[in-house]
């Protein structure tokens, strides 16, 4: 026979975080279909009475103008091909001038990628791809060192305004003096609430600005903020885009300065954030583990007090052979055995341990007589003494 393999195998077991990973796309493909199903609720109305409203359009302009759709479609065709070269029906400012040019770049570096520039040639578009590889890097690495120097900022703060952890953390050598800022580390809901405070007061400054040189509403305006600063980037609001913004070049830098700020900040604001998600991620799998173990715990106290239960129904007669083992076994049962675990749970359903009272009444073997019973009364000591439950005598064995 060979050996049967384990329940469970230690190597199939995931790790704490393969087990965040598991849980994290569970939880995010949740929240994706859960903000499919309510955007697909808002949006799909007015799409269709876009598309309703756009029929109408075509129809009427091909009767009025006696030109048919085809030809119709055929002249929007090529404007949308003409539309990624920048041509727009309104005059706007030039696309690929120097200017224009870093501002292309700038969203490209930035990963926000509005969608109203972009490269239409060959070389142009392998030249991209090499480009963003390298400026996307260092991108990522300037934001994080950011963050790194926002939080020296504030425990360098934190050290200011409290006296009191200034003098516990002077340093009394070499050693300790590079670890001075480690020990007093602003708490991550600390960095999140101030990084939140700082994304609110960029944005809104923003917001302002562009209401004003844009033409939008406060709204608009917020929602542009966070499509751009969060490098989502849809494209449909883009600033600095009008004829008239050549000739303000302090708006242009504003906007490049704004830009690269907000970036950060929000940058930053989604990894303090997704600190706070990981430890909401560690406070769902100990809970799941704790109720496992509560499971399985209850599942082996209820085995072992059903084995218990039948194991006390035993009968009241015996064979004569086996009558002075058996009462050799149940003279030596102490009693911090199952019958304790017994008297706990259920202290008076089968019968009753007497290591609480002054006397146990066990069954004993009378040397005058080896065919009777007789009843003997003997302390029981409630650590290690002897105990059984009552039982009923029987009668004598012919």
Partial sequence: MGRSLPCCCPSLIPSRETAHFYLLSVLIALYMLAGAAIFSSLERPAEIRAHRLWERRLKKFSHDYNVSCEELKSLLLYYEEARTAGIRTDQGRALWDVPGAFYFVGTVVSTIGFGVTAPSTMPGKVLLVFYGLLGCSATMLFFNLFLERVITLLSLLILWCCPKRRRLCRPKGRNSESNRTEDWKPSVYLITLLLFLAVMLVTCSAAS????????TYLESLYFCFVAFSTVGFGDFVSSQRKHHEKTWAYQVANCLLMLLGVCCTYSLFN????????GLNWILTTLTWMYNCVQRHRLQSRSLLKLCFSDREPSFRPLEDKTLHRQQEQAAPCSG????WRSCVPSALGKCFCDEAKVETVCHNSKDEGDYGIQEQKCDPCGGKSDYAKPLPGRLS
Avoid: D
């Fill in 338 to 341: 199952p019958s304790m675990l």
């Fill in 272 to 279: 303090a954030i997704s600190v706070i998600m990981k430890q």
């Fill in 209 to 216: 600005l562009y209401s004003v040189m844009e033409g939008w």
